[in-house]
């Protein structure tokens, strides 16, 4: 009895078996069809993509499903007729040549080139900025390493002398502030911040005379000016203080005048008494006699720090 092949079912006779030419005949009809009709619509569900294709092109497919896997395939491999060697296309479909994309680099830095030899500079992006080996002007998106702020791109302005001596200017987009950073003898110091205008903008008032157990006043004007991030207090003070030995409050000042740190002068008075003021932290101004009773002009200094 007459088997049949596995792919195919072409009739396989025995060896006892006589030659039956309609069998044979059978088998023929069977290749030719086989050889002639395949699915040729270039579209199969199991290939979407050059990766498929070559999963599916494989051994051990009938040769209709090698041919269709074929020509779905096809569709994902670029052939000479599909590459355009000019730059007047608009087909998004298509590849550039390489001679193309040679002309259009050689195009980019002639200009670049001509940019820099007329004095305008072009800007490269990064995304480190203390990766920067070139003086230059540089951009960068959010998420670059070092830069002041994480979550915000900016402009950097470089200023390289070596690997040691960097200075870095940054504006991040939209916001107005500029930070500042250098590496100074191969250390970086940090990002600061600089003053804006309204950072600048100045301010005054006149201190007013304060209630003292211990001072009676003949003369008082003083004045407090704050301009940016800086301080700066001028007394004209005269009188009389009791005798006292400790430290004692004269005025506490409003709180934008206030220093960054305590500080202490002494100082002596134009009637020769040797004095202590001090200006804390807190806005409490003290001052010190040394123990002894003043009388004259006894405050009569400009005092400028930096503010909190």
Known sequence: ???????????????????????????WDKVDEELSEFDDSGVTEDIKSFPDFLSKFVTGNKVAITLRNLKAGL??????????????????????????????????????NNLSNAGIPTVKKI????????????????????APMSSRGG?????YLSDA????????YALSKIYTNSKYNSTWTGWSELDSKNDLTTVSELLSQPPSEYCTFSQWAAIAERSGNEVTLSFNVGGKIKEIS?????????????????????????????????IMTDGQIQLFTGGKAVSGYFLRQVITYPAA
């Open 1 to 27: 009895m007459a088997t049949k092949t596995s792919n195919y079912e072409f009739n396989k006779p025995e060896q006892n078996d006589f030659y039956d030419v309609d069998v044979q005949n059978e088998n």
């Open 75 to 112: 569709q994902f491999v670029l052939h000479a007729g599909q590459i355009v060697n000019n730059c007047v296309t608009d087909n998004t479909g298509l590849p550039l040549s390489a001679a193309q994309g040679k002309a259009l680099k050689d195009l980019i830095d002639t200009t670049n």
């Open 127 to 146: 995304t480190d900025l203390y990766a920067i080996k070139k003086s230059g002007f540089y951009c960068y998106d959010a998420g670059a390493s070092n």
């Open 155 to 159: 402009m950097v302005i470089a200023n």
């Open 165 to 172: 001596w960097i200075s870095l200017n940054v504006v991040p």
């Open 246 to 278: 400790t430290i004692f409050l004269l005025k506490t000042l409003p709180e934008k005048y206030r220093p960054k740190s305590n500080k202490h002068i002494s100082y002596r008075t134009q009637e020769g008494y040797d004095m202590a003021i001090f």
